[in-house]
């Protein structure tokens, strides 16, 4: 069986030490924990980066640390502190994550930045050419990768290769900014298959391959010369069951045995048993619309006064690149609107915000998820968003109402959510009132459609049809060069 190789930046696992022990943790973000439940049925290996600069440890640890991966199924890309300045947090997270989002105020062109980002693709690129065999499929996954397609075309034409990419494709007249534009797309199109998570990131992708290159686009194919390259829209999913098994686990142990998060958060509910508890769980970006949500929630408590003691928000935010400086004034913002609000509408039997900055264990995360009757979800720009998937996987008696943000891809599998648009606060604080006080025969109604949705297309068939399509364009291709 030909084996089919992942290719990333960030690895399924994360290097964490402590007290001198190197140990491994899952690595928070769509990508790792979608791909991490499907990548053992490939065969192949996941080449990524660490996580961490290779200075930070002795040569003796790196090995370990490439010891422990290797036995995890991943091939490790070493990068030095300078690439990670210039690579990861430069090109990757100053400016196209910022472009790609519509952030065009924070993005850095930098050329010493886009420097790196090629010397470190093409690290990818021959690690990953080491490490396959004839007949193999690559698959490469986001935008710290754009390059690597081509790049591993260009020596190896027979590789089938995959691209999926995880963020938003941005429409033409903001990816027409960047001054590495063309290589990036030419990057892009050494792929044989190009997958995004909407048909409208696919459309601004086709568009701007029109508009630089001019290639004939036939329905989604695009020709170039010898070749066609495909691309198509495959809205990422989750492990619907896992989280669906683990949300009904944790209502057996909770009669049984009380966690200290649940505890806690007891205690909320301890005051006044109608309180009701709404959630947002994301890392702490700004294309989240954290400071949104924030400012919103307090217009609603503004408004409606009724509900000063009745209603809390568990506002859950792990920390992500935080060397970025916009990340960093990100987190100094949260943290003054917080402390504004619970200043503002607080007492001491009442927090109107509970804020915690960390990473949580897969089983707090379900139980928050169970626990909540409300998701606040207010992205300003979001590729997916798998949190709010989780969410509705994880309400066991199909209560709880969804709060979306129509920017963000998932938004287009649920219809049935309250959907806002994240700028209008004083829109986002009557849906939270409409939420808080929709019927339980809705909110049932509601969440039945998208359960039904979503567990038919989890992550497994996601992944299932992204290879089938990839297998596909490898008999096109075939087909193509024998006419
Ligand atoms: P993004 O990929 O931009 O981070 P997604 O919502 O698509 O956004 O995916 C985030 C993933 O990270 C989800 O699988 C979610 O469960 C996980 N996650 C987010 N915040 C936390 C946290 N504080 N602790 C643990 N996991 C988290
Ligand atoms: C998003 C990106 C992923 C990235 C993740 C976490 O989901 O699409 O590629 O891995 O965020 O960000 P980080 O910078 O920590 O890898």
């Known amino acids: 069986m030909n084996k089919l190789h992942i290719v990333s930046n960030r690895l399924p696992f994360s290097i964490v030490t402590q007290q001198d022990q190197i140990s491994l943790k899952p690595s928070v973000g769509g990508l790792a924990t979608g791909m991490k439940s499907v990548y053992k049925d490939f065969e192949g290996r996941w080449i990524g980066w660490p996580g961490v600069a290779t200075e930070d ?14 036995k995890e199924g991943c091939e490790t890309v070493p990068l030095s502190s300078y690439e990670v300045e210039t690579f990861y947090e430069g090109f990757c997270n100053r400016t196209i994550w910022p ?40 698959w490469v996954h986001d935008y710290q990768l754009m390059l690597v397609p081509g790049m591993i075309k260009k020596k190896r034409p027979d590789i089938i290769i995959g691209f999926f990419l995880h963020i938003p494709f941005p429409s033409y007249e903001v990816f027409r900014f960047l001054p590495w534009r063309n290589e990036i797309l030419e990057g892009l199109l050494g792929a044989d298959l190009v997958g995004f998570h909407t048909y409208d990131y696919e459309r601004h992708f086709l568009s701007s391959v029109r508009r630089l290159f001019g290639y004939e686009i036939s329905f989604n194919r695009i020709h170039i010369e010898e070749r066609i390259v495909l691309a198509d829209a495959f809205p990422m999913g989750i492990d619907y069951d896992k989280f669906h098994n683990a949300a009904l686990q944790t209502i057996s142990k909770t009669l049984r ?17 109608e309180r009701k508890l709404i959630l947002s769980i994301d890392r702490l970006d700004y294309s989240k619309g954290i400071p949104h949500r924030l400012r919103a929630f307090e217009k609603f408590l503004e408004k409606y006064p009724e509900y000063r003691t009745k209603a809390t928000l568990v506002m859950l935010a792990v920390p992500s690149r935080n060397s970025v400086p916009q990340y960093q004034q990100l987190k100094r913002e949260v943290e003054e609107l917080v402390g504004r609000i619970n200043g503002l509408y607080g007492s001491v039997n009442y927090s109107p915000v509970w804020y915690f900055y960390r990473s949580l264990p897969f089983e707090n995360l379900v139980e928050l998820y169970s626990m909540s009757d409300v998701a ?10 798998l949190v709010a998937k989780e969410y509705v996987a994880s309400r066991i008696n199909q209560t709880g109402v969804m709060i979306i943000s129509e920017m963000t891809g998932v938004v287009k599998e649920m219809a049935e959510a309250i959907v806002i648009n994240p700028n209008n606060e004083d829109e986002v604080a009557e849906a939270i009132k409409q939420a808080l006080e929709m019927p339980v025969d809705e909110q049932r109604a509601r969440m039945a459609v998208i359960q039904n949705r979503l567990k038919r297309y989890d992550v497994f068939k996601w992944a299932e049809q992204f290879v089938a399509s990839l297998k596909r364009i490898a008999q096109i291709q075939r087909d193509f060069i024998s006419k």
Request: hydrophobic share 35%; glycine share 2%; net charge negative.
């Open 99 to 138: 472009l790609f989002h519509y952030f065009n105020q924070y993005v850095d062109y930098s050329p010493e930045f886009w420097e790196s980002y090629v010397k470190v693709n093409q690290k990818f690129a021959d690690k990953t050419i080491e490490v396959i065999d004839d007949g193999d499929y690559v």
């Open 257 to 273: 045995e009380k966690s200290q998060l649940h505890q806690e958060l007891e205690k909320v509910f301890f005051v006044s048993p």
């Open 57 to 70: 440890f002795s040569a003796s640890d790196f090995e370990k640390i490439d010891t422990m991966l290797q």
């Open 376 to 385: 606040l979800l207010t992205p300003v720009r979001d590729g997916m968003n």
